[in-house]
Structure formats: C-alpha cells, structure tokens
C-alpha cells in the first residue's frame, strides 16, 4: 500500500456531526476507489471516481454520504450527520489504469468511531 | 451482487506447517486477486493471477486462478509468525473489486 495515502487514520466524531476522510492516491493515478470495511468483514465497495468524475457510486448510501476527486487536491469522502452505524474502517485504492476489476493499491485507512 | 465463499473463515496452525484456503463463487471473474491484511493497515497485494488455469508463485505463497474461473486457492509453505493475518480472496470484473469475508491466519509458535 505504499503511496496511498489517507489521513486521518483515526477520527472520532459525536452523532450529528460530519466527518471528512482524505485520500492521496499513488503517484501517477487517476483513478479512486473507496471501500467501507465493519470487523470480520471483507471490504464493501462504495465509489470509483476519476478526477472531477464519479464512474460508479453504486456501493454508496444515498443519502448523508459524498464523495469528490477535484482536478487538484486529494479525494474526499463526505459524512454529514453521522450514526453510530457509520463506524467503521473506511479505506482507499487507487490504479493507475481504467479497468475496473483490475488491481487496486490500498492506503492504510480511516478508521472512524462514531460516539 | 456478486459473492465469494471463502473458506476457512479461520486457521489455528504451528509455525512451518503449510497453509490453503479457497475462493469459490457462483460468478465468473476476469482476475483473481489475493490480498493480506495485517490490524491497523490496508490490504497488500501478494498475488495477481488473470487467465484461468494460471499458477503463480510469490516466495512462499502460491496461487492458482480455477479453470472455471469461478474459484482460486492460495497456498503457503513453511508458514512463520509473519505471516499471521488475514488473507482476502478478490475476484475483479466488469463490476470492479468483489471481497471475500477472510481467513484468519493464527500461527502458535
């Protein structure tokens, strides 16, 4: 996962509030993916985005949760009024070419707690 | 959505015993994926596999994408304490990534 970067690694947040998790994806990539992880899970996907385009947020919830990928800056993901539900791990890949289904290299994650 | 069975969900092994654990799905996928994941970080990509019948090897690890395509196993010889984790299988398709649950890896010394 070296190059992926996602800050924070932890963020706590009170119910109601809204969280923002960044992501820098490797060098040289264009393309963004965001996974939700619960314990003993596998990852769930939630978006694909390139820059200034989202491909496929088929994975997202539709309501309080956004996702961007402006032509400068990293990715973000949006939480407004978060739930207790929402915590989770909340992780980030990137590649550097448009298949889909491809490999994808992972950033350490956010780990989000919500009180 | 698509599914992967991933079994076993977890392993209690000594350390220098060999290891295996499989994907299966009803889906056929284009690649097969397997992934580690230590606690606290992201998963890392051990093993690529992309045509059915494909066998790879990475070190100690080995891994075959099925003829069918619906399925793979990961094999590791001579496990040592590194290698504790948990282990994803990760079927790619036109529908991007598809994870499995994971297999703990528990290795007593």
């Known amino acids: 996962n070296a190059g992926v970067m996602q800050n924070p690694r932890h963020l706590v947040r009170r119910r109601g509030q809204e969280a923002r998790l960044r992501c820098s994806p490797m060098?040289?990539?264009?393309?963004v993916y965001w996974y939700r992880q619960l314990p003993e899970e596998g990852l769930k996907f939630m978006v694909y985005?390139?820059?200034?385009?989202?491909?496929?947020e088929s994975g997202m919830p539709k309501e309080r949760f956004s996702a961007e990928f402006p032509k400068e800056g990293p990715s973000i993901l949006r939480i407004q009024q978060v739930v207790r539900g929402d915590s989770a791990a909340y992780f980030c890949?990137?590649?550097?070419?448009?298949?889909?289904?491809?490999?994808?290299?992972f950033g350490a994650g956010t780990r989000l707690s919500v009180l | 959505g698509q599914q992967l069975n991933q079994s076993p969900q977890s392993m209690f092994i000594q350390e220098g015993e060999d290891v295996s654990m499989n994907c299966t799905s009803s889906?056929?996928?284009?690649?097969w994926l397997w992934y580690k994941q230590d606690p606290g970080e992201g998963p890392v990509l051990l093993i690529a596999l992309y045509k059915a019948g494909e066998l790879t090897s990475n070190g100690r690890l080995t891994a075959q994408f099925g003829i069918t395509r619906k399925d793979s196993f990961l094999n590791i010889s001579a496990s040592i304490p590194s290698d504790v984790g948990i282990y994803f299988c990760v079927g790619g398709g036109a529908d991007g990534l598809t994870f499995g649950k994971g297999t703990h890896l528990i290795i007593q010394p």
């Open positions: 889906s056929i996928f284009n690649t």
């Open positions: 985005l390139q820059k200034e385009n989202i491909i496929d």
């Open positions: 890949a990137s590649s550097p070419a448009p298949d889909f289904g491809n490999i994808q290299y």
């Open positions: 060098k040289g990539h264009s393309h």
